[in-house]
């Protein structure tokens, strides 16, 4: 597994190498104890699967709040998405900057997302499949968003009109929440 640290601090690209031959390829996507010796000592407790149809969907950017806040893992199974993490930690000298990766199932990429940074993607195929893992379960009452298109933050997301959730599209803007997150020197 090769593991890249991205501009921003716990914010990771896991690239599980490949195996094949003339049936394909295996590729073994995460190891507890691997990722432990490598520092990711994380607990995942619910898989999610979600598929878009069309070019240009845009989800997020979304957070779930202590005490429910979720680690994820994520990756493309199916298509191609620009996937994004945003700091959104309180104090921190990064805060409201964001790291934008190209994920795709032919390039196996996976970004790892830690609690207090904001997520979203926007797919670049039809017929998008991302599936990613969390580390606690999802709590309706700690969701939050963030608009995708904050001035604040400023993400390049190749697309002027995405197609949007009705959650997304009312998304409140940065300087109108005060983050649940705070930064904290490791």
């Known amino acids: 597994m090769q593991i890249e640290q991205t501009a921003l601090e716990g914010v990771m690209i896991l690239t599980p190498k490949r195996f094949g031959d ?6 073994e996507t995460w190891n507890a104890d691997t990722m432990a010796q490598a520092g990711l000592g994380l607990g995942f407790v619910q898989d999610n699967h979600s598929m878009s149809a069309a070019v240009g969907t845009l989800r997020g950017l979304h957070y779930q709040a202590p005490p429910r806040a979720q680690d994820k893992l994520v990756r493309c199974t199916a298509g191609v998405i620009f996937d994004v993490a945003v700091d959104f930690r ?6 409201a900057h964001w790291v934008g990766v190209e994920l795709s199932a032919q390039n196996g990429r996976q970004l790892l997302v830690p609690k207090g940074f904001l997520h979203g993607f926007v797919t ?4 998008t499949e991302v599936q990613y893992k969390c580390t606690d379960l999802y709590a309706p009452d700690c969701d939050g968003a963030v608009r995708w298109d904050d001035p604040q933050i400023g993400i390049d997301w190749g697309v002027t ?8 599209a009312a998304a409140p803007l940065l300087c109108d929440l005060s983050s649940p997150f705070e930064w904290s020197v490791a």
């Not at 009109?161 to 997304?168: C, M, N, R, V």
């Open 22 to 27: 003339d049936r394909g390829w295996f590729s």
């Open 90 to 95: 309180r104090g921190s000298p990064t805060f």
């Open 124 to 127: 670049r195929a039809a017929n």
């Open 161 to 168: 009109s995405p197609l949007l959730s009705a959650k997304d």
